[in-house]
C-alpha cells in the first residue's frame, strides 16, 4: 500500500456524470460558448484540478468534447456573424486555425530569387511623343 501526499482527489462517477451532463447543458446554464473553463465552474472545481484530472480517461474525453463543441460553435457563429471576426479568430487559434500568409522565396533549388525591379520611362519619353 502506498502513501499519498495531499487531499485526496474529489474525483468520483458523480462528477463525471455532471462533466458529462455539462456538454448538454452549458446554454441552460448561461454560458454563450461551452469551455473548460465552463466545465470548471460547473464542477464547482478551479482550472488547475481540470488539468490534475486528464489522467482520468473519461474526464479527458469530456473536455475534448468540450473543446469539439467550442471549435464547432465557434467556426459556425463566426460564418453566420453571430460572433464578431475578432472573437472567432481569437477562438478558433486555440484550436490549431491561423490566417498566417507565407510567401516563398525561394525555387526548387533552395537558391533565393534575385529581386527585379524594372523603371519604365513615362509614355512621352518612350516614344519621344507626349502621353495621349
Request: net charge neutral; charged share 20%; with cysteine.
Amino acid at each position: 500500500m502506498t502513501n499519498q501526499v495531499g487531499r485526496p482527489t474529489k474525483y468520483n462517477d458523480e462528477i463525471q456524470a455532471k462533466a458529462e451532463r455539462y456538454i448538454y447543458e452549458w446554454q441552460a446554464i448561461g454560458d454563450v460558448i461551452p469551455s473548460r473553463v465552463g466545465l470548471c465552474c460547473w464542477l464547482a472545481i478551479c482550472k488547475q484540478t481540470s488539468y490534475e484530472w486528464e489522467k482520468h480517461p473519461q474526464f479527458l474525453d469530456t473536455l475534448r468534447a468540450v473543446d469539439t463543441l467550442q471549435e464547432y460553435i465557434a467556426l459556425n457563429k463566426g460564418i453566420t456573424g453571430e460572433f464578431s471576426a475578432t472573437l472567432t479568430k481569437l477562438i478558433l487559434a486555440n484550436h490549431g486555425y491561423s490566417d498566417k500568409h507565407q510567401t516563398d522565396l525561394t525555387n526548387s533549388d533552395s537558391n533565393l530569387r534575385p529581386t527585379t525591379i524594372k523603371l519604365v520611362a513615362p509614355f512621352s519619353n518612350l516614344y519621344g511623343t507626349k502621353a495621349p
